[in-house]
């Protein structure tokens, strides 16, 4: 079945103690991208890949790092949460650029920074 | 940067009434994508509209890109209570193809 995942589903933790969220993929599309969902401001793009090894920043980079070394994965990598990061977020993907393909998302990861 | 509003924030309808929601940017877009998700689940892709003035239907669902391709709406006739969810739209831009930017989405309820 094709699809997006993401581990773990619900996570909480504390402030400072570095986490990673994994996505995984296995369309082999060459776009994804993670964003984080809260109340009243829609989805809002942390950082997207157009293919492996190529990263950019979305609208709100600040606090969190990704990495692309192959094409099924981009993980999103928190090295010191703070409690303005709880939110939910969504990885997705596409087959190629999110420009005029459909964004594939996985379930979501809630995450609570105590 | 490029803004994206939507409104209305929530709305609230009686089964069999009509709905809509309007999306405006602040720049002209490339392409609009609509999509729903359904209370605690994940954005799923309705459509893509690319052609300035387009409507595209599907169903009870209306899809409409403005001609200066800077704002688009939906609209569902007849709701049924299937169309619970949260209706976001997204525009994208090909001077950057990887950057989407969505509004804050549409909460519909409706009542049966």
């Known amino acids: 079945e094709a699809q997006v995942t993401q581990n773990p589903r619900y996570l909480i933790t504390v402030t400072g103690k570095k986490l990673t969220v994994t996505c995984s993929q296995n369309?082999?599309?060459?776009?994804m991208s993670w964003y984080r969902q809260d109340p009243g401001l829609g989805l809002r793009q942390i950082y997207y890949?157009?293919?492996?090894?190529?990263?950019d920043k979305g609208d709100v980079p600040e606090g969190y790092k990704v990495s692309r070394k192959e094409k099924r994965n981009f993980p999103l990598i928190l090295e010191s949460p703070s409690p303005n990061q709880t939110s939910l977020y969504f990885c997705?993907?596409?087959?190629?650029?999110?420009?005029?393909?459909?964004?594939?998302f996985g379930p979501g990861t809630r995450l609570t920074v105590l | 940067g490029q803004q994206v509003m939507q409104i209305p924030q929530y709305q609230h309808v009686q089964e069999g009434e009509d709905f809509t929601t309007y999306c405006n940017s602040s720049?002209?877009?490339?392409?609009i994508q609509w999509y729903k998700q359904r209370p605690g689940g994940h954005p799923v892709f309705l459509i893509q509209?690319?052609?300035?003035?387009e409507v595209k239907k599907q169903k009870r669902l209306t899809f409409q890109f403005g001609e200066a391709k800077k704002n688009s709406s939906l609209h569902i006739t007849a709701t049924q209570t299937t169309d619970v969810g949260t209706y976001f739209c997204?525009?994208?831009?090909?001077?950057?193809?990887?950057?989407?930017?969505f509004g804050d989405g549409t909460t519909l309820t409706v009542k049966p």
């Open positions: 997705a993907s596409s087959l190629s650029s999110a420009l005029y393909n459909e964004q594939f």
């Open positions: 720049t002209t877009l490339s392409n």
């Open positions: 890949s157009m293919n492996v090894e190529v990263t």
């Open positions: 369309m082999n599309h060459e776009y």
């Open positions: 509209l690319v052609k300035s003035g």
């Open positions: 997204a525009g994208l831009k090909n001077t950057n193809a990887g950057k989407s930017t």
